[in-house]
């Protein structure tokens, strides 16, 4: 019989899985089943602060506009879990058709997720991305691969 740390650590897993299969699906309602109502979001792209379930989502379909078609995917997950509170980090990738017509392989990024478990469920309550710099040049490093 699995431990009450393992079916929490198998429940964290699928909510991450729940976010890449609602980007595959560009799924908005299934992604809003992941994250807690007043998630906090430091994404790639500006301002360096989202607050809020609605503008997390606003920033999904942002990129749900930017592609045909889309596909993400996760690699290295991994995940410490306590009694209440969670964190967990990946690299993520997300690529596929642009709506102009070109396909991208997209770029690797850096994800670190917080998760707090309210009312008995799991919630991603904070997630940040990022791209390594280059201090020198000022730029992200975009062609890194784990």
């Known amino acids: 019989m699995p431990t009450q740390r393992e079916m929490d650590e198998a429940q964290i897993r699928g909510l991450v899985y729940k976010i890449v299969d609602g980007i595959r699906a560009k799924d908005l309602e299934g992604l809003k089943q992941a994250y807690s109502t007043d998630v906090v979001s430091f994404d790639v792209e500006s ?3 989202d607050v809020g379930i609605a ?6 379909d942002k990129v749900f506009t ?3 078609s889309v596909n993400y995917e996760i690699s290295d997950l991994t995940l410490t879990v306590g009694d209440e509170v969670a964190f967990g980090h990946a690299f993520g990738r997300l690529s596929g058709t642009l709506a102009s017509g070109p396909a991208t392989n997209g770029m690797w990024v850096r994800v670190t997720y917080g998760f707090r478990k309210i009312d008995g469920a799991w919630w991603i309550t904070h997630d940040q991305v990022s791209v390594p710099l280059d201090v020198q040049s000022g730029r992200g490093m975009t062609d890194l691969e784990p």
Not at 55 to 60: C, E, F, T, Y
């Open 55 to 60: 503008a997390k989502l606003k920033n999904w």
């Open 66 to 68: 930017l592609f045909q």
């Open 47 to 49: 301002p360096l602060q």
